[in-house]
């Protein structure tokens, strides 16, 4: 027998069928410790052996206001590590990069983020320098100018690109005037900021009494907490951090058609309420988003990608924030085929908001969704970022292991029943970003529209 004959046996003996997929696992829920310091603050330890290293996410819920305030508490943010404790910029980078870690701030409508990680025999160094943080930023005059001019310069290229600018009309459009009404501040905005105000904000800010601290890795969760509690006892501030206050209901009203001359895409944006943790249906609105939009395989990916070739990367999913839960369509297409995209949009929404799915998709999705979650929470930082979620929405450490047993006991009717209070065309709020010279004639034959 030759070679290429031989070659050719083993390649038919190697073309076996796919196994099917096995029942996921349960979920082994981590050894945990838990404390709510004098201050207010609330610590969860977490133990994961897997690697030598610790990881924190400290949650500051703030409530911003809109202009100025949004900008302040964004510059606010990028400026935190300027300096603390006595240190220079510098100085605080080469302490961390020392105990092998580091510390990053994140802002946003629902507060303020500072995520880190170090080597787990470095724990106490990394709180001692996060209690600097907390406690004694320097704000230097010169360096935070120079770091609002960064600010504003991002905030302009933010602002020139298309899909921020649906994104961003889309929340105007929910939110109208709310602290959610949007993401990015004006350039102008950021330059009113005076450098010299952001001390006396930190301290009206960056308050204990309801933030949350959640720390994994290789510890022992019953140490980790004596060992918080020392290093932050000097963290201390009256007041708590705001409330957000109630969003608007929700008024869907005629498609927002905002306007961008001679440009080359329509970028479509669509949403509106989705259940929290809470509800016994969000397992269940999780699987219906899933099957409409919310991964690779979905109906909408198939459709508007695969089949027509609309566009690249469409998607959909369901954010949790503090004063609100919504699910948000996005979907990026071809000045000249916006109607037609859009026409299939809204029949996946319709279709998956009226019919049952199939056995098959509820399968599939639940897979995803249970197989994802254990791909999160695989790492120290995933479960972190996880834990800070969860706990910061209501939830316990044991959602871990309820959830995807929610997920797998979800019926198809409990699908559908989600999919309707969710998904409907009529509950959803619509916008689109394009050429509208080009563009109207077509989304008018299809829905009331008007220009914004």
Do not use: C
Not at 136 to 150: L, M, N, Q, S
Not at 311 to 316: F, G, M, R
């Amino acid at each position: 027998m030759s070679p290429v004959q031989r070659s050719g046996k083993r390649r038919e003996r190697a073309a076996q069928p796919i196994p099917p997929l096995t029942r996921p696992r349960k979920q082994r829920l981590p050894s945990v410790a838990e404390r709510v310091l004098p201050s207010g603050l609330r610590v969860v330890a977490v133990r994961r052996a897997s690697v030598p290293l610790v990881h924190v996410r400290l949650r500051i819920p703030n409530a911003v206001k809109r202009g100025t305030d949004l900008a302040k508490v964004s510059l606010l943010g990028r400026s935190m590590m300027l300096g603390a404790g006595g240190r220079s910029q510098n100085e605080l980078a080469e302490a961390l990069q020392t105990i092998g870690g580091g510390l990053r701030v994140d802002d946003g409508a629902d507060g303020v983020v500072i995520g880190g990680e170090a080597l787990a025999a470095k724990l106490p160094q990394l709180l001692a320098l996060l209690s600097d943080v907390l406690t004694d930023p320097a704000y230097p005059k010169a360096a935070v100018e120079r770091e609002a001019g960064r600010l504003a310069d991002h905030v302009r290229r933010a602002l020139s690109q298309p899909g921020v600018t649906a994104d961003e009309a889309w929340l105007r459009r929910r939110y109208a005037d709310h602290v959610y009404g949007s993401n990015i501040p004006s350039p102008d905005e950021v330059a009113a900021v005076p450098a010299g105000s952001l001390k006396a904000a930190h301290r009206r800010r960056v308050l204990p009494d309801g933030s949350l601290l959640v720390l994994v890795g290789d510890v022992t969760p019953a140490r980790v907490l004596d060992q918080v509690e020392k290093a932050l006892s000097g963290w201390r501030a009256d007041g708590r951090g705001a409330a957000v206050p109630k969003v608007p209901a929700l008024t869907t009203g005629p498609l927002l058609l905002v306007d961008r001359p001679g440009a080359v895409q329509s970028n479509i944006r669509i949403g509106g309420t989705a259940p929290r943790r809470t509800d016994p249906s969000y397992a269940s609105a999780q699987i219906a988003n899933g099957i409409f939009g919310g991964y690779f395989s979905s109906r909408l990916t198939m459709n508007i990608r695969e089949d027509k070739g609309y566009t690249y990367s469409p998607h959909s999913a369901i954010r949790v924030l503090r004063g609100d839960v919504r699910v948000f369509t996005s979907a990026d297409v071809a000045t000249e085929v916006t109607a037609p995209a859009l026409v299939e949009v809204l029949y996946e929404l319709g279709k998956i908001a009226t019919l049952p799915a199939k056995e098959e998709e509820l399968d599939a999705t639940v897979q995803y969704l249970t197989g994802t979650l254990a791909l999160g929470t695989a790492t120290q930082s995933g479960l972190a970022e996880l834990l800070a979620d969860i706990l910061s929405d209501g939830m316990g450490v044991d959602w871990l292991q309820e959830y995807p047993a929610r997920l797998a006991a979800a019926t198809l009717d409990d699908v559908q029943e989600a999919a309707a209070a969710m998904l409907a065309p009529e509950k959803l709020v619509k916008v689109v970003v394009g050429d509208a010279d080009r563009v109207e004639a077509g989304l008018a034959t299809l829905t009331e529209v008007t220009r914004g």
